[in-house]
């Protein structure tokens, strides 16, 4: 992972922030817009920016939008015709999938959420196409992150995006080239002084790079490690990373999701116990739908991005997050977390989760050999 110098960064609060800011670059795009989304909803958030692309490509801009299959299969086939037919450049991330099957290809998703505006501008984190209030089944509003970059990171950002578009392409046999992505930065970007880095995984060539990132900011902390995820099912070595850290003085919160959406989320708390009795911190968000996938190390290093920390995001699905050096961002993002586990989450306390919870630490067992047994059908048993 190599930090790069001389970026702008922002940080962008769930959709209340991110999709002005998103249909503001959107409307501002001169040459290309790139959108990538693991769900797509047609609701009052996807109409606006679908309305935005649609303005896009009626000025001249080339628009190309990425979904998964699985993560928008309830986006109406007549709506993506109707971005197509409005000169939309639309495709589909595995489209077919079949219930019945446990091979890996169909469980590789795109989860990644990035967009690209004319090389000069990029959205990265984990913030859907969605209404924050579009939750089925669950409280809103929906809490979430995702970052505005400017600067020196953008030539490897597109790099990035248009591979992968064009990859796509070749598959579907859409064999128009792109244009080259140059390796040097825009004359005129924003410039700052943000030292960060660009990092995906996928089931090539970058297979543990977000989970080696993470490690290697686990391994050096001093003072705190604070984490906030809403999938946090972590292998061994993250957890014994989180527990060492913890041995040498670190102090590590965990906030995460107190409202579970399935039953293997529950494999969650099979690692509260030991977690607790090496004196990490839990705290589960309970006030709504805590979506995030951040994390704040020593009020310097921080990350932003779509990757949980489960072996969905660490071994299977595209993913990507940008990490940062940073105090004045870091202090940002650490003041939100704080104010979250301070408003809207509960303490598990470790007398209380040892003397109670008897059903929740079943349920988590059962959960959790669920999840190593699925992982032992695709073939990852041996990495968790």
Same mark, same amino acid.
């Given at each position: 992972?190599?930090?790069?110098?001389?970026?702008?960064? +922002?940080?962008?609060?769930?959709? =209340?922030?991110?999709?002005?800011?998103?249909?503001?670059?959107?409307?501002?795009?001169?040459?290309?817009?790139?959108?990538?989304?693991?769900?797509?909803?047609?609701? *009052?958030?996807?109409?606006?920016?679908?309305?935005?692309?649609?303005?896009?490509?009626?000025?001249?801009?080339?628009?190309?939008?990425?979904? $998964?299959?699985?993560?928008?299969?309830?986006?109406?086939?007549?709506?993506?015709?109707?971005?197509?037919?409005?000169?939309?450049?639309?495709?589909?991330?595995?489209?077919?999938? @079949?219930?019945?099957?446990?091979?890996?290809?169909?469980?590789?998703?795109?989860? +990644?959420?990035?967009?690209?505006?004319? $090389?000069?501008?990029?959205?990265?984190?984990?913030?859907?196409?969605?209404?924050?209030?579009?939750? &089925?089944?669950?409280?809103?509003?929906?809490?979430?992150?995702?970052?505005?970059? +400017?600067?020196?990171?953008? &030539?490897?950002? =597109?790099?990035?995006?248009?591979?992968?578009?064009?990859?796509?392409?070749?598959?579907?046999?859409? @064999?128009?080239?792109?244009?080259?992505?140059?390796?040097?930065? &825009?004359?005129?970007?924003?410039?700052?002084?943000? *030292?960060?880095?660009?990092?995906?995984? $996928?089931?090539?060539?970058?297979?543990?790079?977000?989970?080696?990132?993470?490690?290697?900011?686990?391994?050096?902390?001093?003072?705190?490690?604070?984490?906030?995820?809403?999938?946090?099912?972590?292998?061994?070595?993250?957890?014994?990373?989180?527990?060492? !850290?913890? =041995?040498?003085?670190?102090?590590?919160?965990?906030?995460?999701?107190?409202?579970?959406?399935?039953?293997?989320?529950?494999?969650?708390?099979?690692?509260?116990?030991?977690?607790?009795?090496?004196?990490?911190?839990?705290?589960?968000?309970?006030?709504?739908?805590?979506? @995030?996938?951040?994390?704040?190390?020593?009020?310097?290093?921080?990350?932003?991005?779509?990757?949980?920390?489960?072996?969905?995001?660490?071994?299977?699905?595209?993913?990507?997050?940008?990490?940062?050096?940073?105090?004045?961002?870091? !202090?940002?993002?650490?003041?939100?977390?704080?104010?979250?586990?301070?408003?809207? =989450?509960?303490?598990?306390?470790?007398?209380?989760?040892?003397?109670?919870?008897?059903? *929740?630490?079943?349920?988590?067992?059962?959960?959790?050999?669920?999840?190593?047994?699925?992982?032992?059908?695709?073939?990852?048993?041996?990495?968790?």
């Amino acid at each position: 992972m190599h930090f790069i110098n001389g970026n702008h960064i +922002q940080l962008l609060r769930s959709g =209340a922030e991110y999709f002005p800011a998103l249909e503001q670059a959107i409307d501002h795009a001169r040459h290309e817009v790139y959108l990538q989304s693991y769900i797509y909803e047609a609701d *009052k958030v996807g109409t606006l920016i679908g309305e935005a692309m649609i303005r896009a490509v009626k000025r001249g801009v080339s628009v190309y939008l990425l979904i $998964d299959g699985f993560g928008s299969k309830t986006l109406p086939e007549t709506y993506i015709e109707f971005l197509r037919a409005a000169g939309i450049h639309v495709m589909i991330y595995r489209q077919k999938i @079949s219930p019945w099957t446990f091979k890996k290809n169909r469980l590789r998703r795109l989860h +990644q959420k990035v967009a690209l505006i004319d $090389d000069v501008t990029a959205f990265v984190g984990g913030i859907n196409i969605i209404d924050d209030n579009n939750v &089925p089944h669950q409280i809103a509003p929906r809490v979430d992150y995702a970052v505005r970059v +400017q600067g020196a990171l953008l &030539p490897v950002i =597109a790099n990035s995006v248009k591979k992968l578009w064009q990859h796509l392409a070749w598959l579907h046999f859409h @064999s128009k080239p792109l244009p080259k992505t140059s390796s040097q930065a &825009p004359a005129h970007y924003t410039r700052g002084s943000i *030292k960060a880095a660009f990092v995906t995984r $996928d089931n090539i060539l970058h297979r543990r790079d977000i989970e080696a990132a993470y490690l290697k900011a686990i391994h050096r902390a001093k003072h705190e490690i604070i984490i906030a995820n809403a999938y946090f099912i972590p292998g061994r070595r993250f957890r014994k990373a989180l527990i060492n !850290a913890a =041995a040498r003085g670190v102090k590590v919160k965990l906030l995460l999701q107190g409202r579970k959406e399935y039953f293997l989320m529950f494999a969650t708390h099979a690692f509260y116990n030991i977690f607790l009795k090496n004196g990490i911190e839990i705290y589960e968000y309970r006030k709504s739908f805590m979506h @995030s996938k951040v994390a704040v190390i020593d009020q310097e290093w921080a990350t932003v991005g779509s990757s949980n920390i489960d072996p969905f995001s660490l071994f299977l699905a595209r993913e990507a997050n940008i990490f940062l050096k940073n105090k004045h961002f870091a !202090a940002t993002l650490h003041q939100d977390i704080t104010a979250a586990i301070n408003n809207g =989450a509960y303490q598990i306390k470790a007398n209380d989760w040892a003397k109670g919870h008897s059903v *929740k630490r079943f349920l988590s067992w059962i959960a959790y050999g669920l999840v190593r047994l699925f992982l032992g059908i695709i073939g990852y048993a041996d990495k968790h």
